[in-house]
């Protein structure tokens, strides 16, 4: 083999070498550390709901009662009916009626917040509440719950018509419809330990 032909191989490896060792030598460079720490920001869990009971009802006074915010536990959907007829004259004199129905709705979704009603119809012996679920109160728009017995729960109260479910909602009568079960009211309850010693030290009884 050549001498000019030994130089040049021994040139390809030492080059293919110095890669190689830079390469790795840039490898073994450790990342800084990080000058700042972020502590995770602890996040704020809602506080759970549970049925408004006969017993909270009955230990709270009036004034306390209107203080409640109430939840309502699953959606409602107000339907009512009204007939429309249209009638007019068209272009070749004929008499043309048009009749139909307009449909109006109003829809409550799970957990839209309540509060007793500005005129709040309640009944002492019975502990029907008038909840208010809008902005304001001044169609008396509420809705009545009383309690049931056998759940411990104030439920939305209603009336039936021919197999109908109604309720009377702003001085008119409204079609209600639910899923699964009567609507009824929530509450958040924030339970708090507050436990008390007394303790009294008796020194004896002498002759």
């Given at each position: 083999?050549?001498?000019i032909?030994?130089?040049?191989?021994?040139?390809?490896?030492?080059?293919?070498?110095?890669?190689?060792?830079?390469?790795?030598?840039?490898?073994?460079v450790?990342?800084?550390?990080?000058?700042?720490i972020?502590?995770?920001?602890?996040?704020?869990?809602?506080l759970?709901?549970?049925?408004?009971?006969?017993?909270?009802?009955?230990a709270?006074?009036?004034?306390?009662?209107?203080?409640?915010?109430?939840?309502l536990?699953n959606?409602?959907?107000?339907t009512?009916?009204?007939?429309?007829?249209?009638?007019?004259?068209?272009?070749?004199?004929?008499?043309?009626?048009?009749?139909?129905?307009?449909?109006?709705?109003?829809?409550i979704?799970?957990?839209?917040?309540?509060r007793?009603g500005?005129?709040?119809e309640?009944?002492?012996e019975?502990?029907i509440?008038?909840?208010?679920?809008?902005?304001?109160?001044?169609n008396?728009?509420v809705?009545?719950?009383?309690p049931?017995?056998d759940?411990d729960?104030?439920e939305?109260?209603?009336?039936?018509r021919?197999?109908?479910?109604?309720?009377?909602y702003?001085?008119?009568?409204y079609?209600?419809?639910?899923?699964?079960e009567?609507?009824y009211?929530?509450?958040i309850?924030?339970?708090?330990?507050?436990?008390?010693?007394?303790?009294?030290?008796?020194t004896?009884r002498?002759?």
């Amino acid at each position: 083999m050549g001498k000019i032909n030994i130089i040049l191989i021994m040139t390809v490896f030492l080059s293919i070498a110095g890669t190689n060792a830079g390469a790795f030598g840039r490898r073994q460079v450790a990342a800084p550390e990080p000058s700042v720490i972020l502590e995770p920001e602890p996040i704020a869990l809602p506080l759970p709901k549970t049925s408004f009971t006969t017993a909270m009802r009955d230990a709270l006074p009036n004034d306390q009662l209107a203080r409640i915010q109430f939840f309502l536990s699953n959606s409602i959907t107000l339907t009512q009916e009204a007939t429309r007829m249209n009638i007019k004259v068209d272009a070749a004199g004929k008499i043309v009626t048009t009749d139909g129905l307009d449909y109006n709705q109003i829809r409550i979704p799970a957990e839209t917040p309540g509060r007793l009603g500005v005129n709040n119809e309640y009944n002492v012996e019975y502990g029907i509440l008038a909840v208010c679920f809008e902005d304001t109160n001044t169609n008396n728009n509420v809705m009545y719950f009383q309690p049931n017995p056998d759940k411990d729960r104030y439920e939305l109260m209603y009336f039936s018509r021919d197999g109908t479910k109604l309720i009377k909602y702003g001085e008119l009568d409204y079609e209600i419809s639910y899923l699964r079960e009567v609507p009824y009211l929530l509450v958040i309850n924030e339970q708090q330990k507050d436990d008390r010693m007394n303790t009294r030290t008796v020194t004896g009884r002498n002759p």
